[in-house]
């Protein structure tokens, strides 16, 4: 029987790509998403509004990237979808509210910019809500 070297290779990615998935959203959600919720009053004085849609259409999408779109890319779960709000809420931040920062200063927003970026990508991986048999997979061993 020939051994395909994807074999070997491919639950690695898929490792990678689940501890992408889990470190990069916890760290979005403990960083940013519950701040947010658990003081949303405060929040809503604080937040800037870079287009005047008012606080609560700033806040709103950025709970809904920071807590919602986590929860659903730690399950691999519409991870690619997912993802398009995070990015776009990071774009906003680095290119319109704090448009000044240097690459030092917003390298946080930066790096979470790659992470999300790359699982938009290359998508969950294999270790994931929905997987057929996620912790056993098949390949091909052509």
Not at 14 to 35: I, K, N, Q
Not at 58 to 82: D, K, N, Q
Request: aromatic fraction near 12%; include cysteine; proline fraction near 7%.
């Amino acid at each position: 029987m020939k051994t395909s070297s994807a074999f070997f290779i491919t639950p690695r990615i898929d490792l990678g790509l689940f501890f992408l998935r889990l470190t990069g959203s916890l760290l979005l959600l403990h960083v940013h998403g519950l701040p947010k919720v658990f003081n949303f009053s405060e929040e809503l004085t604080r937040i800037e509004d870079p287009f005047g849609f008012g606080p609560y259409m700033s806040l709103l999408p950025a709970i809904l990237a920071e807590v919602v779109c986590p929860v659903f890319i730690i399950l691999g779960f519409g991870t690619r979808i997912a993802c398009l709000p995070i990015i776009g809420v990071l774009l906003v931040a680095m290119l319109f509210v704090h448009p000044g920062w240097s690459i030092a200063e917003g390298q946080f927003g930066w790096l979470l910019l790659i992470i999300f970026t790359t699982l938009a990508i290359t998508g969950p991986g294999k270790w994931r809500i929905g997987a057929d048999r996620p912790l056993e997979r098949r390949y091909d061993a052509d």
